[in-house]
Nanobody, 122 residues
Framework: QVHLAESGGGLVQAGGSLRLSCVASGRIVSMYAIGWFRQAPGKERTFVAVIGQNGFSPSLADSANGRFIISRDNAKNTVYLQMNSLQPEDTAVYFC???????????????WGQGTQVTVSS
């Protein structure tokens, strides 16, 4: 069993920044890949970023590339998503998820957090 808790969402103006945190608990948490996904109202949940076990193979969606940074601190069992140059199109509920592989597919992640709201005003 893995428990995930996101935090750091909020309301920002376009061009602003937020840092999301995902705190994980459970056995051998450092061996799981942690992904970030987002879902806007009426939209599908889509991939944003993922970082592999032990911090290997960070990967970003094209929409996030150049603006977002994913990192992890295994000592704190925490994965961060630094989001810069935010745009209104980034508005969504952001979820973190744990899985065995550094995948971009939702089905590869079996543990999910409750989500944190990110709202970007124009």
């Amino acid at each position: 069993q893995v428990h995930l808790a996101e935090s750091g969402g909020g309301l920002v103006q376009a061009g602003g920044s937020l840092r999301l945190s995902c705190v994980a608990s459970g056995r051998i948490v450092s061996m799981y890949a942690i992904g970030w996904f987002r879902q806007a109202p009426g939209k599908e949940r889509t991939f944003v970023a993922v970082i592999g076990q032990n911090g290997f193979s960070p990967s970003l969606a094209d929409s996030a590339n150049g603006r977002f940074i994913i990192s992890r601190d295994n000592a704190k069992n925490t994965v961060y998503l630094q989001m810069n140059s935010l745009q209104p199109e980034d508005t969504a509920v952001y979820f973190c998820a744990a899985g065995a592989l550094a995948s971009r597919r939702l089905e590869g992640f079996h543990y999910w957090g409750q989500g944190t709201q990110v709202t970007v005003s124009s």
